[in-house]
């Protein structure tokens, strides 16, 4: 009776696992992509608690319907952008205004901001929404 020579038992080397588990992590570190977050920075109230004086506020108004109104002119929002580009390089001190409709889309808002925080971030303020007329 001949019995089979006993078997060695592999072993399994981590070495290798573990190699390419840190190689694996320092390409996801290193490919992801780490956002830095902006923030503008605004004060809210009402349109009656912002200088009557038109030469020095400017108040861009957005509808439900997604019309922009700088100053109760209906505009595109690329002119009011010029208009307010001109106006704060003119006067630096000009406040601007935006006062969405009630029903007005958040996005459009913070399209508006963002088209507005690299030239007027400091002379940014939101009022409270306007009723609609109906």
Not at 89 to 109: L, Y
Request: net charge negative; proline share 3%.
């Amino acid at each position: 009776m001949q019995l089979s020579l006993p078997r060695k038992k592999s072993l399994v080397n981590l070495t290798p696992l573990i190699d390419v588990v840190f190689i694996l992590l320092i390409f996801f570190m290193l490919a992801s992509n780490f956002i830095r977050w902006h923030y503008i920075e605004l004060s809210v109230g009402k349109i009656e608690d912002f200088s009557a004086d038109q030469n020095e506020l400017s108040i861009i108004k957005i509808s439900s319907n997604g019309e922009y109104q700088l100053n109760d002119e209906i505009l595109l929002l690329d002119s009011i952008i010029l208009k307010m580009r001109k106006q704060i390089g003119n006067d630096a001190n000009h406040s601007i205004v935006i006062q969405p409709e009630e029903g007005a889309n958040v996005q459009t808002m913070v399209d508006v901001l963002n088209s507005l925080k690299n030239f007027a971030s400091d002379n940014i303020s939101v009022a409270k929404p306007a009723k609609q007329n109906l």
